[in-house]
């Protein structure tokens, strides 16, 4: 195997890895002790795959970050915030080496850390390490799971990892051959070690992929090993042969199973193929019709199954934040309880780095501007620890992101403030707003009712910038707030931006895509039933009155006589819903997704552009602002 390959597959692993130990450090100062183990076992895998990579610094740190561990876990010294405090700085620094194997390398220092986790050891008067109690050699017989293609960088770790706990006299096959897979997934090792037999076989067994472990005393004479065949860091180092790399392809873990189901579609298909070739032959029409509605069927499932591909669990982004928040509860002087829930829901792949941004800044707005401080909650008569959620839930074909705060809510009275003083309305027209209507001008860009600027985030992020993000993303925020109670802001995404079912209809000579999960209905709407209300029209279907919106006015278009009978589509759903009167109605297709161009970036009209299977362009209606 190739080393950009082992790169490939320790940079895939390792940045998850990363990521529970900074989660693990995080629980543990939230009193779970129980991640003390799993925190220990993330950072000795780490270690080994760095060893096994030739990554010598990461491989320092970690071992010092599993001394201080030992340490705790032996009783020698109590979990508090100081040690939490340098278990955090070695993440950080521990993320730091990880990044710089992408690319250019680049020297970092590591002293500086070494040094204080050194004094940290010595100030906490850890003790000395238990004397050599004697030791034993066996034989030891390792069978390796996971990947076949990986397990040569598997037995790499294995062997690293039992040579730094005692000495490693032989292997079977020697160790040039273990390193580039010339096993049958089962290889043996002669050590002299310390560690009784069941602590070692146990030590085995936690590695990355071990299947399984026998060990039995070895009939090899304790003897060092020959210079030949000692294991030297330069040996077990692999940058040497590495060329400059660029940051690697984005990787989506996909379970066996569903591979299965993609290969059965694809056989289907190839014996479809088949038979259609032979009904063309034969012109039977009815067989033809029946292959193509086949054709057709399958088709579909396999963009369902690529389609289910994409998905990723939100926690991969939901798991940078409790670092985040953590870190700036405590620049900010406030205590924050920090929730997470629904990180397992999936999203398409493509949303998921776009959606980071839009948490981060409310997130920060909410510790910032939101939750107030434990002086101002307990005179308000609120818990001194203030409540920050991030919730995900499924809702039909879109998953809803919740922030939730318990803090002081968002002031309605400055809103109506900043809408006169920026001419938007006027005091009278101002009061008569709902609350829903007046959080919607937060949305305005330039519109903010924040008068203080902060260290942590200055006068906060926009929510006009938020939203922008948002909608690029072809989603929706929503806001909603009591004040001195609670805020709460929902970000509304698709679960997928790669291929919807959609109405395509055409209004002054230009073609248009309405999502069918916007439309309720298609209905008949008379001109001679359409009225005005506060300067809106209006009709009345089935005994409920519904908001007419001509497509063509939307556009700016020509209005143009159509007769008694206008056609009319009603879209939205609960209390916001609407008839959107459009030229006609043409078809309704599959269409495939694609991102508006950047002259549309102001538009709040469409969430998207397709391109149809006769070649023309239909631009997507974003509904829930035009309604």
């Not at 948490?359 to 203030?386: C, F, W, Y």
């Not at 942590?456 to 929706?476: E, Q, T």
């Amino acid at each position: 195997m190739d080393m950009e390959r082992y790169e490939e597959l320790f940079r895939e692993e390792a940045s998850g890895i990363l990521e529970s130990i900074s989660l693990d450090i995080i629980a543990l100062e939230k009193g779970d002790q129980e991640k003390l183990e799993e925190l220990f076992r993330n950072i000795h895998t780490l270690k080994g795959m760095a060893a096994s990579m030739g990554y010598e610094d990461m491989e320092t740190l970690s071992h010092k970050m599993e001394d201080l561990l030992s340490n705790v876990r032996d009783g020698k010294y109590k979990i508090n915030s100081e040690f939490i405090d340098l278990m955090l700085k070695c993440s950080d620094m521990l993320q730091t080496l990880f990044e710089n194997t992408f690319g250019k390398k680049k020297k970092i220092n590591i002293s500086e850390i070494i040094a204080k986790i050194d004094k940290f050891g010595k100030t906490k008067n850890f003790g000395d390490k238990p004397k050599d109690t004697g030791n034993l050699i066996y034989t030891v017989k390792i069978i390796i799971g996971g990947a076949p293609e990986f397990k040569g960088v598997r037995a790499a770790v294995v062997y690293k990892e039992l040579s730094e706990h005692g000495r490693v006299i032989s292997s079977t096959p020697i160790y040039e051959k273990l390193i580039n897979g010339e096993f049958d997934n089962t290889f043996i090792v002669d050590i002299e070690t310390e560690l009784p037999s069941a602590k070692l076989k146990k030590f085995i067994e936690d590695m990355l992929d071990v299947e399984k472990v026998e060990i039995r005393k070895s009939k090899v004479k304790n003897k060092l090993p020959s210079k030949e065949t000692e294991i030297k860091s330069s040996e077990v180092s692999l940058k040497e042969n590495v060329g400059k790399q660029t940051k690697g392809p984005v990787y989506v873990r996909v379970k066996m199973d569903k591979l299965d189901e993609l290969q059965n579609l694809i056989a289907e298909l190839i014996i479809t193929k088949s038979a259609f070739n032979e009904y063309m032959n034969t012109k039977n029409q009815s067989m033809l019709e029946d292959a193509i509605q086949k054709i057709s069927r399958l088709i579909s499932s396999l963009q369902d199954e690529v389609g289910n591909m994409r998905m990723v669990p939100l926690e991969e982004i939901f798991n940078k934040f409790p670092r985040f928040v953590r870190d700036g509860a405590k620049e900010l002087g406030k205590e924050i309880n920090f929730v997470v829930k629904g990180e397992q829901i999936e999203i398409d792949r493509s949303l998921i780095s776009g959606i980071y941004d839009p948490i981060l800044h409310i997130l920060k707005n909410s510790m910032d501007h939101g939750i107030e401080s434990p002086q101002e909650r307990k005179k308000a008569g609120k818990n001194v620890t203030g409540l920050i959620e991030l919730k995900a839930r499924r809702e039909k074909n879109n998953v809803d992101i919740e922030i939730f705060d318990d803090g002081r809510g968002i002031d309605t009275d400055k809103i109506k403030e900043k809408i006169f003083e920026k001419g938007l309305l006027s005091e009278e027209e101002a009061d008569n707003l709902t609350e829903q209507e007046l959080f919607s001008y937060i949305k305005l860009e330039g519109f903010s009712t924040s008068s203080s600027v902060t260290k942590f985030s200055g006068r906060g992020v926009g929510i006009d910038a938020v939203d922008k993000m948002v909608r690029r993303l072809g989603g929706h925020l929503f806001i909603d707030s009591k004040r001195g109670h609670w805020t709460k802001i929902t970000i509304r995404l698709p679960l997928t931006l790669s291929i919807i079912k959609a109405m395509i209809v055409s209004c002054n000579n230009a073609l248009y895509a309405i999502p069918l999960e916007n439309i309720q209905e298609t209905v008949d709407v008379y001109s001679d039933k359409i009225s005005s209300i506060h300067k809106q029209e209006v009709t009345v279907l089935r005994d409920d009155v519904y908001p007419v919106i001509r497509l063509r006015n939307v556009i700016n278009a020509d209005e143009i006589n159509n007769g008694e009978i206008l056609q009319g589509i009603v879209v939205g759903d609960g209390a916001s819903k609407a008839i959107l009167v459009v030229d006609n109605y043409e078809t309704q297709t599959e269409i495939v997704v694609k991102n508006l161009p950047s002259i549309f970036d102001n538009v709040d009209l469409y969430s998207g552009i397709s391109i149809l299977g006769t070649g023309k362009m239909a631009l997507i209606l974003d509904i829930n602002n035009l309604i």
